[in-house]
């Protein structure tokens, strides 16, 4: 047992996963602590995933808990296992146990409602036992961001809805149909010639077209991650790396019948502001309800996302940066009033000198290497805040 002024900190992560080795190291720096580890690949794979859970918190008694959701992702043993947990819920699309013989095949696109109806499946047990648990060994749970904030997050659409309801600046968003061309029609209609269509249950990009249509309605260009490959009468999309250019009706409505599938939203496309001819948008980590950290993100294309090759840069080398800059944080901050369970997230933010707009909040979105606010790592920030 831990001596009394131990801070017991229960992660829940992929514990190969860098996030959680960032984590760790934050937690070393600090005051003494118990770490207690869950693995989603042991949770998920044990015959009783839940009784482990017990067990590893059988001999922590009148004791305040501090409790870290991690993202599941980048272990493809766990989006099997949350695929076939969320089979259950909505097999029509795949069974269960055809879920977990799915072949491991990179990048491929696809089962994300499935996966998103699993890990809340997944994440209403394990907030059901820690509760259990509480109430029978007298536990203090702090949370640094709820289940049902995480949650929140991760429904891209319903989170955009619910800042809009709250009066927090967001794009505003576009009614989708099924038929494509159908769609079109009333775009065109409604004079809205560049669009965003993002997968509501989608992160990094992935999934994301950004939609440029002719006035007339002759001449389409799609922007996306995805790689669309097309086999005899199968047609797959894969995540890549590599922003693609489609510019044939043919294939962009496949891609957006691709993304339809797994649960879509659209909204207005804005333009970005401009560094050096690329545009920008910023990465803004609120902690505690204050933003402290943040990259500015650049690049030629609509996605600005840093793992697709683009680049930071500084917001402050722009005319109005600083203008900017205020603007951004003020608007996550108000976000983060919307959400008292989310101690720490990431909002991802378009810039004018007087108006920012929330265009995604994430709840994993604390990964920022080597940017440090008053010599502290987001990681640093999340421990500090939760012990003091």
């Not at 992560?13 to 003494?32: D, Q, V």
């Not at 259950?88 to 109806?117: C, N, V």
Request: charged residues 25%.
């Amino acid at each position: 047992m831990p001596v009394k002024s131990t801070a017991i900190w229960v992660v829940l992560c992929n514990p190969e996963n860098r996030r959680f080795s960032f984590f760790r190291e934050a937690l070393e720096k600090g005051a003494p602590h118990q770490l207690i580890l869950i693995s989603y690949e042991e949770l998920l794979q044990h015959p009783s995933g839940m009784a482990l859970l017990a067990a590893k918190l059988s001999g922590v008694k009148g004791r305040k808990v501090y409790i870290k959701i991690e993202s599941p992702g980048e272990n493809f043993l766990v989006t099997k296992h949350l695929i076939a947990l969320g089979a259950e819920e909505l097999p029509s699309r795949i069974t269960p146990e055809l879920a977990m013989q799915l072949p491991f095949d990179k990048g491929r696109f696809g089962y994300l409602h499935e996966w998103y109806l699993g890990f809340r499946k997944l994440l209403g047990t394990v907030s059901e036992v820690l509760d259990e648990l509480a109430a029978s060994n007298t536990l203090s749970l702090a949370y640094l961001n709820t289940p049902s904030a995480v949650l929140s997050m991760l429904d891209k659409h319903a989170c955009q809805r619910f800042l809009e309801a709250h009066n927090i600046s967001t794009p505003k968003l576009i009614p989708v149909i099924e038929d494509f061309s159908s769609w079109v029609g009333k775009l065109i209609e409604k004079r809205c010639f560049q669009v965003f269509i993002k997968p509501k249950y989608g992160s990094s990009a992935a999934g994301v077209i950004a939609l440029r249509i002719k006035p007339d309605g002759n001449q389409f260009i799609a922007r996306t991650s995805l790689e669309l490959v097309k086999q005899q009468r199968d047609v797959r999309c894969y995540n890549s790396l590599k922003v693609r250019t489609y510019s044939t009706v043919e294939e962009i409505e496949m891609l957006y019948d691709t993304v339809m599938r797994e649960g879509a939203y659209a909204e207005q496309w804005l333009p970005k502001a401009q560094i050096n001819g690329k545009s920008f948008d910023l990465r803004v980590v609120v902690v505690n309800g204050k933003a402290t950290h943040s990259v500015t993100r650049c690049s030629h294309s609509p996605m600005t996302n840093l793992h697709l090759g683009n680049q930071r840069c500084d917001v402050l080398e722009h005319e109005f940066g600083r203008q900017m800059s205020n603007c951004a944080y003020e608007t996550a901050e108000q976000a983060a009033v919307a959400f008292p369970e989310a101690r720490c997230f990431g909002a991802d933010v378009i810039v004018s000198p007087k108006r920012a707009r929330i265009i995604e909040l994430n709840a994993f979105g604390d990964l920022l290497p080597g940017i440090e606010h008053k010599g502290k790592s987001t990681y640093d920030a999340q421990v500090e805040a939760m012990i003091c």
